[in-house]
């Protein structure tokens, strides 16, 4: 079906009459009359009747004159918002996958500015399954994630955020937190990790102690950096924490540089092709970008 055919019978309705609603559409009169030919042969309806000036609906026309309005401005809204895009009044919702580390960091940050700026934004954030990730931005059921990259997966646009480094912490007033400052120090710590996949004791870290000859004592994993402040607050235990993370509420708690340790990882935005060009998601791209360049 032709869409410019309801548009003609949106303009012929409010008209009632064929050499004006010709005139409004930039078309011949002839050429209006054989688009109204069509509708009454697609509708089977007269749809509009001679009268004693210009021409009256019928009944079916009527009806019709409802839904066909709300579904024409329904369409003009959709391929609007394709162009242009107005946080103060646009509606969207955009999912959002993220581990609770960045959903602490940067989304909370990021509700809060969208509450300012675009209030009829919604966000709904999902819990990030690498192994899934880019399978379900793919089908849509995520638009946008924030993890570090993964270079298996080049079909993914990508765009870079922080390098995130570690810091030591440990509770306020810790007699020995600062043994970290040494690897050999470090290694003489009581300390509780984080295992994101669960249940290891081993990181990259470890790697890194083992080729300096040392071995440090684990004590716990945990499934999550949220946990960490508060296990490390009421006790002797320490812990490697993102620095990110201290700009967060947190517990009273001894920070300790530890230089000695190169460890780092990429924090950047994940997107299929299918968002590249929506100007919302754009939008909602470049307010992410701003939130965390400091």
Excluded at 120 to 146: C, E, S, W
């Amino acid at each position: 079906m032709d869409l410019n055919l309801l548009v003609s019978l949106d303009v012929l309705l409010a008209e009632r009459n064929v050499t004006k609603a010709a005139a409004r559409l930039g078309l011949s009169q002839p050429a209006l009359s054989a688009q109204l030919n069509r509708l009454r042969d697609l509708f089977e309806d007269p749809l509009l009747v001679p009268a004693h000036r210009g021409m009256i609906p019928t009944a079916k026309a009527i009806e019709l004159l409802g839904p066909l309005r709300a579904s024409l401005d329904q369409l003009r809204s959709t391929l609007q918002s394709h162009d242009s895009f107005v946080p103060r009044t646009a509606g969207l919702t955009v999912a959002l996958a993220c581990t609770d580390y960045v959903e602490a960091t940067v989304v909370t940050p990021l509700i809060l500015a969208l509450r300012e700026q675009a209030p009829k934004v919604r966000l709904a954030v999902h819990r990030l399954n690498p192994t899934r990730l880019a399978g379900q931005l793919a089908d849509g059921d995520v638009d946008l994630a924030i993890a570090t990259p993964d270079p298996s997966q080049p079909n993914l646009r990508t765009r870079h955020l922080f390098d995130e480094t570690y810091v030591l912490i440990g509770r306020d007033g810790h007699p020995r937190i600062r043994d970290g400052e040494t690897p050999e120090g470090f290694a003489g710590l009581e300390q509780v990790m984080v295992s994101p996949s669960g249940g290891s004791f081993l990181t990259s870290v470890d790697a890194l102690l083992e080729a300096l000859g040392f071995q440090r004592k684990v004590v716990a994993s945990a499934a999550s950096f949220l946990v960490i402040p508060g296990i490390v607050a009421t006790s002797d235990l320490v812990a490697l924490a993102p620095r990110r993370l201290l700009q967060t509420r947190l517990p009273p708690l001894d920070v300790v540089e530890v230089a000695w340790l190169s460890e780092q990882f990429e924090v950047a935005m994940l997107w299929h092709e299918r968002c590249h060009q929506h100007q919302g998601h754009r939008w909602i791209r470049d307010l992410v970008h701003n939130l965390t360049a400091h």
